[in-house]
Structure formats: C-alpha cells, structure tokens
C-alpha cells in the first residue's frame, strides 16, 4: 500500500464529524490490506508503533521534527519555526514547504511497509549520537515525500495525528471489512481485542482464520488484558436490591491500580489501568511478588496504596502518584513513599485462565495462593446480607482510610469481563453520603486565558465527558477553581502538543474556549450539583430535549488521573445515573441512616 492513499485517507477522516462516515472511510482502508501491512495500518491510525504496554516510543521532541523539516525542504529552521508559530501546526508547516519545491521526481513511492519500518528504526535509536541517527531518517522520509503524506509523517512522529480515530472506530471497521458487522461479530472482535490489548494480533486472526480464529486468543504473561470497570448506585440499599440481597464489599483503596504478570522464573511486570508499563516505579512489588505467588506463571490484579511505615496506616493518593514515571532515585522513593499492594482479583494461576470463573471462585483461589507480607496483602473484603452488615463495614473502610467500598457480585455469572463496565461490580464512595455522588474525571478539551494574577496563563479549562456510543467527547463544565500556583504551571506543560485552533473532531460543545484541546489529559474535579444546560453537550437531550448536563461550582480536587485515557474519563451515562440519582435523593428527603 502507498503511504500516500493512507495519508489521503487521513485528510478525509480530519475533514469529517460524522461517525458513520468516519466508519466508511476506515472500513474502505483496512478491507484490502492484508498482514503485515493491516497490523501496520492500524498502529500508525492510532498514532502507534505497537501496542501500549510495549511502550514503543519515537523520542522525536518537536525540535528534532523542524530540524529534519529545515533540513527535507532547504529551509532555515527559524523560518520553519517561525510559520509553525503562525500556523500552530508543524505538519501544515510541512506540507506548505514541500508544495513550494515543485519536486519533478521524488523517485520511488513511499510504502507503508517502508514508513513503518523506517519508523520503527527512529524508535530504536539509542545512545550517543542517537539523535542525529533520528533526524536523519526523518529527513529521508520527507525528502521522498509529498505534501500531504509530509504533513501526516511530521504530524504522527510529535504525537498529533488529529484524525480523531480510536480503538472502537477501529474495531467497528474490522467488523465490517473481514465479518458481517453485526453486534454479535463486532462483540467478539471486541472481546478478543479487550483479551490482548493487541490490535495488530486481533486483526491477523481474524483475517486468516475468521472469527472462529479469535477463539484462540487466550490470556498471556506479559500482555495485559483491559480491566473490567465498576459501575455506580446512590446507596448501600440500591447496591443489595440489584445484587438479589447479598454481596462480596472490598475496601476501595485510593491507590493505582495494577495488573501484575508473574513468569514462572520469578520475573515479574506491572501495568497500570492504562496498560502502561510501571514496573521500574515499583522495585519493591517485583522483589515481593514472586514471594507472595508461589503457583506461577500468575496474572493478578490489586490496588497499589501508599503506607505509614510507621503506623501501617493507608495515606492519601496524591503520594503514591509521586511514585508514577519516576526514573531517578528510586531507592529514595521507596523510603519516602512506601507501599502495599492489596490484591482483589485473580485472572491466571499456574498457567491457567481464571478470570471465566464466577467471582467467589477466584477470591477463594487468590486467598489459597496468596502469601500476605508487608508489601503484598489481600484487600479487605467481608460478605454481606443485610443493610445494616453493609453499613457496618462501609464505615469500617472510612475509619481506616479507604474511600469507600467496591460490592462484588457472588452469582454464579460474575466471570471477569475485561474491558467492561456493568453491574457485576458497583463502586460506593464516601462522597454519596452528602451532596453530587462522587467526583467525575474530565477531559480537558479546552482553555481559558486568565485575568489578573493568572494573566499569561491559562485560568481555568473546559472539561468533557466521554460517549463511548458516540465516540465522542461532551463538555460538562468549565473549572477555574482548586488549582494552585503549582498546578497552574504544570498543566500547560502537560498540555503542551494538544493546542488547536479549532475544535478537535469528536469535541462537542455549546462553549468556544481560547484555546482548544485534543483529548488526552483527564483532571478530577468534584462540584456542588449536576444540572441542565443549554450550552453544555453532555447527555444532550436525556432529560429534556436540547438540554444537555452542566456541574455546578465545579473544584479541581488537586488530582491528575494519569492512570486514565480520556476514553476512560467518566461517561455520559455516569453523569446521566449521577444526575438521576441526586433527582431522586432531592425528591426523597434526606437519606436515612442506613442509606449512607
């Protein structure tokens, strides 16, 4: 395949709002290619060499780009600075630059294959003069290219692509090009996606063996699996009415969580929610692990919280986030912020699947297997059949520091079901005792300029919730308070990469910012009320038409979720249940007691 026809298609997916239309172009894509070039095809749209745990990354900073785009074109890189400052963008710098050579011949056609290979090699330069090695074949590249595939080549190797696709996009497109796109194909494409978090092996199945094919994509050491996620209730009360009147309550630890993979020779690795690898943070885990698991190769899960060394109390979560992408003095670090792993689920033990197992099963498994330590614990967990034994513990997990209970479903259908969210598990959070039930996790999709002291800088963002139906993002609220001189500063640095002239595709809102956002950072941020507005876009016309819903006196709670992808920020449908759930508690009266 021509890197040119991808690039083209690039230009049609930025050019488009509409979903369906969105879904045709990338189906039109894929349906042809065939491996290796579909699994290539399907990691650049993401914006990709691999899949996320692999961690594969280009280590192109925006300088090296304009280097090798001075360099491609003929250019003073102050120029090429310079029109990038103008235009805001260095892949339409890019572009322009090319176009202006007139080239007559760029000799042989650049081939995905070649792009995505040669780009694999940028990546894997390292060392001294590894920068040069980088610029140089960035530079080949653009010497061959044409202007649009320039613009896409310069664009992907600084991480903004902007064609607004996602892995559910994606999947839709595999359903329709290699099945018969039904629910029921697109479910198993899906399953076995959320089983291997691998789209390339995901799609090399299915092409060369059918759907049957993904029947053999099984968990593995080493490739985390998507976690499964909790939905909400307002109530203790409401938690054992859907749950038929008993449940397992786990502490819900304030903490990281973390899918641990341990070999058979002891070796062990660590993966975030996001599926990021994290083991270098935590040398501790991998030397207490092994340790604790004696029947391996295992795959556990379990909520990493930092501990008073002193009083083996649980401390807050903004600690243990000081432990996250830390290179440097790791030693230090786990002196200055030690911590436990409390383990609450089991998917893997002694090379066998266990996460298809109902829930009871794999607690009592995880209980044998498991060795308690100082660093490797089980999480608290008690079962309960009344309201006034659900209480009880509830409070028992305030008193000693987590932030509330996660209820467990003990029917016989309570298998693991990773990537999911559903009523199998329901999480309950101090914060529904009084006032809005919990905090949402928003995606900054845009930026305000600040006034007096916060002049020069952003004073406040606009946030969004994601529709996972729609693959969209819908703005919810724009926040300007709980932040302080600190978090000021950092967040545009975080940001820095995402700014937009214009509205980012998948971004709806009724609220133009100064600065628009691509999706990618998630802030916490809890607020007095939910309720309806005409601007906001978030569940737009659920409780009455043209009415979309808005958080009142929204706060930043001081927490960056970098365990979140902004497809994993709260839903539309969480805000949507928040909001009816406060309906109901205002029309109610105040709760009982034994409803908090």
């Known amino acids: 395949m021509r890197f040119a026809d991808l690039a083209a298609a690039y230009e049609q997916l930025e050019s488009t709002p509409k979903r369906l239309e969105m879904r045709r172009i990338l189906t039109e894509l894929v349906r042809p290619l065939r491996p290796p070039e579909l699994p290539y095809v399907l990691f650049l749209s993401q914006g990709a060499l691999r899949p996320e745990y692999e961690a594969v990354e280009l280590g192109v900073a925006a300088s090296l780009a304009r280097r090798a785009v001075a360099r491609a074109t003929g250019v003073p890189e102050t120029t090429v600075a310079q029109r990038t400052e103008s235009n805001g963008d260095l892949g339409t710098t890019a572009y322009d630059l090319v176009a202006a050579l007139h080239r007559l011949d760029a000799g042989e056609p650049l081939t995905v294959e070649a792009v995505y290979r040669t780009l694999r090699d940028i990546a894997g330069a390292t060392g001294a003069g590894s920068q040069d090695a980088k610029v140089d074949r960035l530079t080949d590249l653009l010497a061959r290219a044409s202007p649009l595939e320039a613009k896409y080549l310069v664009r992907f190797v600084l991480g903004t692509l902007r064609v607004g696709v996602r892995e559910m996009s994606l999947l839709d497109a595999l359903a329709t090009a290699f099945a018969d796109g039904s629910k029921e194909a697109r479910g198993r494409i899906e399953a076995a996606y959320n089983l291997s978090s691998d789209l390339g092996l995901v799609a090399t199945a299915l092409v060369e063996g059918g759907l049957p094919a993904l029947d053999a994509i099984r968990l593995e050491v080493g490739r985390p699996i998507r976690p499964m996620l909790a939905e909400r209730e307002p109530t203790l009360a409401a938690i054992l009415e859907r749950m038929g ?186 914060d529904y005792t009084a006032g809005l039930s919990d905090s949402i996790d928003g995606v900054v999709v845009g930026g305000f300029h600040g006034r007096g002291r916060r002049a020069g800088r952003f004073g406040a963002y606009l946030l969004a919730v994601y529709d996972p139906a729609r693959d969209r993002f819908e703005t919810f609220c724009k926040v300007g308070s709980g932040f302080d001189d600190a978090a000021l500063a950092e967040l545009p640095k975080r940001l820095h990469g995402r700014e937009r002239d214009a509205r980012p595709e998948g971004v709806e809102s009724g609220i133009v910012p100064d600065r628009w956002f691509e999706p990618g950072l998630v802030l916490e941020v809890r607020g007095a009320e939910l309720t309806l507005s005409p601007v906001h876009r978030a569940a737009q016309g659920a409780v009455r038409p043209g009415a979309g819903l808005a958080l009142r006196f929204p706060r930043f709670t001081g927490r960056i979720r970098d365990d979140k992808g902004p497809t994993e920020a709260t839903t539309s449908k969480e805000l949507l249940s928040m909001y009816q759930a406060q309906v109901r508690q205002a029309t109610s009266g105040p709760p009982s007691a034994g409803a908090t």
């Open 245 to 430: 009147g008993s449940a397992a309550l786990e502490y819900k630890y304030d903490g990281l969580r973390v899918q641990a993979h341990l070999f058979e020779d002891g070796s062990v690795r660590l993966f975030s929610r996001r599926l990021e690898e994290i083991s270098a943070q935590f040398p501790e885990l991998r030397r207490a692990l092994p340790a604790a698991v004696g029947r391996r190769p295992a795959i556990l899960e379990g909520e990493c919280v930092p501990i008073d060394p002193e009083t083996d109390e649980i401390r807050p979560f903004q600690e243990v986030s000081r432990r996250r992408g830390r290179k440097h003095d790791l030693d230090v670090a786990q002196e200055e912020v030690p911590v436990c792993l409390f383990a609450f689920d089991l998917l893997l033990l002694g090379g066998e699947p266990v996460l298809h197992r109902p829930f009871p099963e794999r607690r009592r498994l995880l209980a044998e297997a498991l060795r308690p330590g100082e660093k490797v614990r089980l999480a608290d967990q008690r079962i309960v059949r009344s309201l006034e034994e659900a209480t009880e513990f509830f409070e028992l997990a305030l008193a000693e520091g987590a932030e509330g209970v996660v209820a467990k479903s003990l029917a016989e259908g309570s298998g693991y079901r990773a990537g999911a969210r559903g009523f199998w598990w329901i999480k309950y959070k101090r």
